[in-house]
């Protein structure tokens, strides 16, 4: 029965917003909550989890509908400025970032115009598609094409602007244009139909994706439930394998050391936080054996050939160096 | 350190080799004083993600800790050096109201085996080392402001210092290039592509 109002509910209320706009495209599952997410996510999040009514389309257009009363239960955004707009007027709950992407250039598998990089495309006569700076993945073309100082060198070869990301794709595909920006993950569903160049790692912007309940949703558990099997380590892993980058890990912090001095071989124990990840110890260059006890505490042995100065923790994203020398008696 | 502290620095630690009256510190209070072109900027940040990508290799080849004393030593005194080089650099953005990237802001990708003994090490860093050259030669010419072009051009010279150590390491002779080659912003961005996304 709740099946069966679900499925009614959701087609009589889309029918009154016009579903999700002419670009949206919608899956409809049998049970489960009304999803709208960025249209980069229309492989992946039917992989997470089937049991769900999907719409995808740019996020701002989903934003928009979602502001004006769309029956969805979920917001999922290519970019965190979008569901914190949203959170900040109440629309929806608190945004949790879910999975990180990159930009990259894709050309026709023929490449008339000769595209190898970036800087190719500020060339006189290439056609550039990409998709218009309201969409998140526009406002990123932008943000590369400012770091880069090629803004408006490239931007007088756009010759089409897209409601999403997927237009970009199939435009270029076609060969309608010489280039277009899209992220990898898009790239990446039409590998051998389009090549893809990459764009510098230095003038990335940061693509970070997040999702939130949405406030009048009727359903915030199953909401919830979804939001949960994305964040869980299969939906993670099955990001990973749609080629999303996993959510950044949190630069590790030192807050404390049991001991200011001490001989080599003693054990000393570090405070801090986000140390799970820690990859090194170092006294002052010195490696050191460590253990991490949990994701605020490590356990150090003092290296034999360790000197007086700083201890530094590294880990995959960072480096955390004692603001205090620690030092060693001999 | 700020873009002015830089320059200042190369003024005070130039000071005895110049000419009594020239003052280098005029042109950090230029460098301090001038707004940025976009050019600059963008030069500014590919110089910032090589330091990042020379102070992840040479973290990562000093944790490998599979060299010599000797070799050990100098890659940590490399990694020091890239690390003042990449305050610096990121001065120049800082300055400018521009947030400069961090480690954490790229992903690193080297070759199998890249760190598994000192003779892998050695040879990577001489590949890189010859991208550092190249790209700070580069943006000695390529960057627009006039202000930064004594700092950069010390920077390329601590990088030289750094290739011809891994020349010798690696058997070939000392670095001796009449003129180095230098590399344009895209023909950098390009070599550093191979490591970084």
Not at chain 1, 97 to 123: C, M
Not at chain 1, 141 to 160: H, K, Y
């Amino acid at each position: 029965m709740r099946y069966i109002l679900g499925v009614l509910a959701f087609a009589v209320l889309g029918a009154c917003f016009g579903a999700t706009g002419a670009a949206a495209k919608s899956t409809r599952a049998q049970a489960g909550v009304t999803v709208y997410a960025a249209a980069s996510l229309t492989d992946v999040f039917p992989a997470i989890d089937k049991g769900n009514s999907f719409s995808f389309a740019g996020s701002n257009a989903l934003a928009t509908q979602i502001t004006n009363g769309a029956p969805a239960d979920v917001f999922a955004s290519a970019n965190t400025t979008l569901p914190a707009q949203l959170f900040a007027s109440g629309v929806v709950e608190k945004p949790v970032v879910f999975t990180r992407n990159t930009l990259v250039i894709v050309v026709p598998k023929a490449n008339p115009a000769g595209i190898k990089s970036v800087y190719d495309l500020s060339k006189p006569g290439v056609k550039i598609d990409v998709a218009n700076s309201a969409v998140p993945v526009g406002s990123y073309t932008l943000q590369v094409l400012d770091q880069m100082g090629l803004r408006s060198s490239v931007g007088a070869n756009f010759v089409s602007q897209e409601t999403d990301v997927r237009t970009v794709l199939t435009k270029i595909q076609l060969g309608q244009a010489d280039a277009g920006f899209v992220y990898s993950t898009d790239a990446h569903t039409l590998l051998g139909q389009v090549t893809v160049i990459k764009v510098p790692a230095w003038a990335q912007p940061k693509i970070a994706y997040a999702m939130a309940i949405v406030a009048r949703s009727q359903n915030k558990a199953a909401a919830q439930a979804f939001i949960d099997k994305v964040l869980s380590k299969q939906g993670q892993a099955t990001m990973l394998k749609y080629g999303f980058l996993p959510i950044t890990a949190p630069v590790p912090t030192i807050t404390k050391l049991s001991i200011a001095k001490g001989k080599p071989g003693i054990s000393v124990s570090l405070s801090g936080t986000n140390l799970n990840g820690t990859t090194s110890v170092t006294f002052k260059g010195v490696p050191a054996r460590f253990k991490v006890v949990s994701g605020t505490k490590l356990t150090i042995i003092v290296p034999v050939k360790a000197k007086t100065g700083a201890i530094t923790v590294t880990s995959p994203a960072g480096t955390a160096t004692s603001t205090k020398s620690f030092t060693i008696i001999r | 350190m700020t873009r002015r502290q830089l320059f200042s620095r190369g003024a005070q630690g130039g000071a005895v080799l110049l000419v009594a009256g020239t003052s280098l510190a005029q042109f950090a209070d230029d460098a301090a004083a001038d707004p940025l072109s976009t050019a600059d900027l963008a030069y500014g940040r590919l110089l910032v993600g090589a330091e990042l990508l020379a102070s992840d290799f040479y973290t990562r080849a000093v944790a490998a800790s599979n060299s010599s004393p000797s070799v050990m030593k100098y890659l940590k005194r490399a990694y020091a050096n890239e690390q003042e080089h990449y305050r610096s650099v990121a001065g120049i953005l800082s300055d400018a109201g521009v947030t400069p990237a961090v480690s954490s802001d790229i992903d690193y990708m080297y070759p199998r085996g890249a760190f598994a003994s000192q003779a892998s090490i050695l040879k990577l860093a001489q590949q890189l080392e010859t991208i550092m050259l190249g790209t700070y030669l580069g943006a000695v010419g390529g960057m627009q402001s006039g202000s930064f072009k004594q700092g950069l051009a010390q920077i390329a010279a601590s990088e030289a210092q750094h290739l011809s150590y891994m020349w010798t390491k690696n058997g070939l002779k000392a670095f001796n290039a009449a003129f180095p080659a230098a590399l344009t912003i895209d023909q950098a961005s390009a070599a550093m592509d191979a490591f970084t996304s």
